[in-house]
Antibody, heavy 113, light 111 residues
């Protein structure tokens, strides 16, 4: 069974750094791209970028280029999304997805002073 | 690529049909012959779930009351007979070229 398990909810202060994770199982981790999707409170879905875990080739959506870093460690079948300096506007639910078909359960990130 | 869904909300009596339109600003037909248009349903408090892939193919476990059609830049998701469990927000998505983009979402409620 394909599963994507994301790390737990985070509460952070503005300016802090953060790295959340998405662990894949039940399939060959390098055979599908992993995407990260943001959903701000009460809003729609926005793709932040995708990574091909086999070679770590990463494509960022223009709105998120330079704002976040997407990475992957294929040895442990895990993809990451990280921020170096969080803002209140980063408060959102973040989903990872395996290609188009399977999604993680989401990680809620709250940034508040 | 901009994805535009209509309507943005829909109220349907159980047992009646429903239809959602999705238009893309560029053709989603790839040179490999596939059309990279997908439909998702996000129920309250849940992750999005894939309903339809490549325009018209139902994903595993999706009831046959859901169907997708269209080509090029115009696509439609139809529910033949709406049930209470179909409540949520429906999104179309394209991944023919980065960045992947979603429609604004269509909220389906039951009358």
């Amino acid at each position: 069974e394909v599963q994507l398990v994301q790390s737990g909810a985070e509460v952070k202060k503005p300016g802090e750094s953060l790295k959340i994770s998405c662990k894949g199982s039940g399939y060959n981790f390098t055979s599908h791209w992993i995407g990260w999707v943001r959903q701000m409170p009460g809003k729609g879905l926005e793709c932040m970028g995708i990574i091909y875990p086999g070679d770590s080739d990463t494509r960022y959506s223009p709105s998120f280029q330079g704002q976040v870093t997407i990475s992957a460690d294929k040895s442990i079948s895990t993809a990451y999304l990280q921020w170096s300096s969080l803002k209140a506007s980063d408060t959102a639910m973040y989903y990872c997805a395996r290609g188009v078909d399977h999604w993680g359960q989401g990680t809620l990130v709250t940034v508040s002073s | 690529i901009v994805m535009t869904q209509t309507p943005l909300s829909l109220s349907v009596t159980p047992g009646q049909p429903a239809s959602i339109s999705c238009k893309s600003s560029q053709s989603l037909l790839h040179s490999d012959g596939k059309t990279y248009l997908y439909w998702y349903l996000q129920k309250a408090g849940q992750s999005p779930q894939l309903l339809i892939y490549e325009v018209s193919n139902r994903f595993s476990g999706v009831p046959d009351r859901f169907s997708g059609s269209g080509s090029g830049t115009d696509f439609t998701l139809k529910i033949s007979r709406v049930e209470a469990e179909d409540v949520g927000v429906y999104y179309c998505m394209q991944c023919i070229q980065p960045p992947i983009t979603f429609g604004q979402g269509t909220r389906l409620e039951i009358k």
